[in-house]
């Protein structure tokens, strides 16, 4: 079930050391005073994805629930403190939980919750909610990554995709500045449940989708473009979500 609220932490305890932890959704006009220090956050993480933080202003006033797809940004503070976010998407189209990006402050990366480095456990708890929104037959979580952080992810249960994946460098805003492009590895997440021995028979159901949710669903590439097309395979054939249409209704 969504943990979406109309304000105030939709979670909150206490870090190993005793540190109050707590997560607001920032979306849909909710946690507003939270937005700056989000983008804040991501542009001191992320500097050559600077050009993302408008990306966090739109969702921060659209509503979430989207045509196919449910927008997340979760803001983490500690002791009141902005220390952590999360992006993503649930898209219920492609049936995939597309990470964008999650980062916590070089100071608190010490700190644990229940055993756990902070930045670990806020990326579990947080895809216990995405994971959730799919369903049962959800195909679980993918990401793009350089591959200097495979080492971070495959340690954790994540998976490297057998395939050459190319990342826009300039990601949506791909039609102002270029359609340059650079490889970075695209990986997955089983969903919980999936015996390892089916993972094999599974992933080569996930890539399609996978590449689908980032290329077409996020930075709005054209299905026309070779290397798109071979990336997304079948998928372009079927249904795709809108990610910038909201759904104008009560949560």
């Keep these: 079930m969504s943990r979406h609220t109309d304000g105030g932490a939709t979670i909150a305890l206490r870090?190993?050391?005793?540190?109050?932890?707590?997560?607001?959704d920032v979306t849909g006009g909710r946690n507003a005073s939270f937005v700056d220090a989000m983008c804040d956050l991501h542009c001191r993480s992320f500097p050559e994805h600077i050009f993302a933080a408008d990306g966090i202003r739109f969702d921060a006033r659209e509503n979430p629930l989207r045509e196919g797809i449910i927008v997340h940004q979760w803001l983490l503070t500690v002791n009141g403190h902005p220390t952590a976010y999360s992006?993503?998407?649930?898209n219920l189209v492609r049936r995939t939980v597309p990470i964008h990006f999650l980062a916590v402050a070089e100071a608190s990366r010490t700190i644990t919750v229940e055993g756990e480095r902070l930045g670990t456990w806020?990326?579990?708890d947080s895809l216990r909610q995405y994971?959730?929104?799919?369903?049962?037959?959800?195909?679980?979580?993918c990401a793009e990554t350089p591959d200097y952080k495979l080492s971070i992810f495959l340690p954790n249960g994540w998976r490297l995709l057998p395939v050459t994946y190319l990342e826009p460098i300039h990601g949506s805003t791909w039609r102002t500045n270029?359609?340059?492009?650079?490889?970075?590895?695209?990986?997955w997440l089983p969903p919980p449940g999936v015996q390892v021995e089916s993972i094999p028979s599974i992933e080569p159901t996930v890539m399609g989708p996978a590449a689908a949710s980032f290329l077409i669903d996020m930075y709005d590439l054209d299905g026309t473009i070779p290397?798109?097309?071979?990336?997304?395979?079948?998928?372009?054939?079927?249904?795709?979500?809108?990610?910038?249409?909201?759904?104008?209704?009560?949560?």
């Design 15 to 24: 870090s190993d050391d005793g540190s109050l932890i707590e997560i607001y």
């Design 87 to 90: 992006l993503a998407d649930t």
């Design 122 to 124: 806020f990326l579990r």
């Design 131 to 141: 994971l959730d929104d799919t369903g049962e037959q959800g195909l679980g979580a």
């Design 178 to 187: 270029g359609l340059d492009t650079r490889e970075v590895a695209l990986i």
């Design 227 to 251: 290397w798109v097309a071979a990336l997304c395979g079948a998928t372009l054939g079927g249904p795709r979500p809108n990610r910038q249409q909201s759904r104008r209704i009560s949560l």
